[in-house]
């Protein structure tokens, strides 16, 4: 099997800290990706709508908000042919078929597959290629997408992958018609309403650490901490040029206690709570932490983020991922 030019071209492009052939950096667990016809769910290629989520973990995150969430692949053939389909995913210790967390659809049809949720090693850190059986591919495009069918949280997976083996064809990433757009708003350009105790105000604009344009947040933490008559808050202003959803994601440094921490973000007056986990590994060690699912309007919209509780974090930019057109203000 050749290793296709067009793979290599087009992981190039993204900003992935993958090396496709490579190991994974920053993670809990080191992963070497040896097999070319490997697909990996971080690329900015693959299709996440819901509440499942591209993590900071290098896997598309199924939590228990996640049910009805679709996750597309679009795979381009060389030629029509077959190949053995597998995916790579987390085990979870309690028995399940595949088919009781994902509907896969193979080209708009059904794909049914016998597999079981793996169960060796250590829960959501082992992660296993699963043989789903064998699959038709088309000449040109294949979509392939996985639509997650439960919110059960004893059961839903991480998944890093999909792999072929042993096929004839060569295999790339397609062309999506779907466009992600990425916007960052940095946390230090937010309106910032502060806390002052003892003479300091808490956030206060730090600099450096290899930061997103070397500013971010400090001070978090204490203005958590030491509110009394008031919270301090984050408040920015973005342009969407149409009404939909997007993904919001926080930009930060966290600190081993801070990991389950958590604040308030109000969209337009509509307020958002996550109960999300937060991975990376000290308050430098700056990760996209998925904050949730948000709804935009058309025209003017008004981020206000609330710190109401003392967690070490340092906050440096916003991030909100969209097939809609964000710009400043
Ligand atoms: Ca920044």
Same mark, same amino acid.
């Given at each position: 099997m050749k290793y296709g030019e067009n793979i290599i071209e087009i992981i190039s492009k993204t900003n992935n800290v993958i090396d496709f052939k490579g190991i994974v950096i920053g993670t809990n667990v080191e992963i070497e990706y040896k097999d070319p016809n490997e697909f990996l769910t971080t690329n900015d290629y693959v299709l996440v709508e819901g509440n499942a989520y591209k993590s900071s973990e290098n896997c598309i995150a199924m939590n228990e908000n996640a049910k009805d969430s679709v996750i597309t692949f679009s795979i381009y053939s060389s030629k029509e042919t077959k190949a053995d389909f597998y995916f790579n995913i987390a085990s979870r210790s309690t028995p399940a078929l595949i088919s009781d967390i994902l509907e896969i659809n193979v080209n708009g049809n059904k794909y049914n597959t016998e597999a079981s949720l793996p169960n060796v090693g250590q829960d959501f850190f082992t992660y296993n290629d699963v043989y789903l059986g064998e699959i038709n591919l088309v000449k040109g495009v294949n979509e392939i997408t996985f639509t997650v069918l439960t919110n059960d949280p004893s059961i839903n997976t991480n998944m890093r992958s999909i792999i072929f083996k042993n096929t004839d064809a060569e295999l790339s990433w397609a062309e999506s018609s779907v466009v992600f757009n990425k916007f960052i708003y940095e946390a230090e350009n937010t309106i910032i309403n502060t806390i002052e105790y003892?003479?300091?105000?808490?956030?206060?604009?730090? +600099? /450096?650490?290899?930061?997103?344009?070397?500013? &971010?947040? %400090?001070? @978090?933490?204490?203005?958590?901490?030491?509110? *009394?008559?008031?919270?301090?808050?984050?408040?920015?202003?973005?342009?969407?040029?149409?009404?939909?959803?997007?993904?919001?994601?926080?930009?930060?440094?966290?600190?081993?206690?801070?990991?389950?921490?958590?604040?308030?973000?109000?969209?337009?007056?509509?307020?958002?709570?996550?109960?999300?986990?937060?991975?990376? +590994? /000290?308050?430098?060690?700056?990760?996209?932490? &998925?904050? %949730?699912? @948000?709804?935009?309007?058309?025209?003017?919209? *008004?981020?206000?983020?609330?710190?109401?509780?003392?967690?070490?974090?340092?906050?440096?930019?916003?991030?909100?991922?969209?097939?809609?057109?964000?710009?400043?203000?």
């Open positions: 003892d003479g300091h105000n808490y956030p206060a604009i730090s +600099d /450096g650490n290899s930061s997103s344009e070397e500013k &971010y947040l %400090g001070g @978090i933490n204490d203005a958590g901490l030491f509110a *009394t008559t008031h919270k301090a808050t984050l408040t920015f202003k973005i342009k969407a040029n149409k009404s939909g959803k997007a993904k919001l994601y926080f930009g930060a440094g966290v600190s081993g206690s801070a990991k389950g921490s958590s604040y308030p973000v109000k969209v337009n007056n509509q307020e958002y709570i996550s109960t999300q986990s937060w991975a990376g +590994d /000290g308050w430098y060690d700056w990760k996209n932490q &998925y904050y %949730g699912q @948000i709804q935009l309007l058309e025209g003017e919209n *008004t981020f206000v983020i609330t710190i109401d509780k003392g967690e070490c974090i340092n906050l440096d930019y916003f991030l909100i991922e969209s097939t809609l057109e964000i710009t400043n203000i």
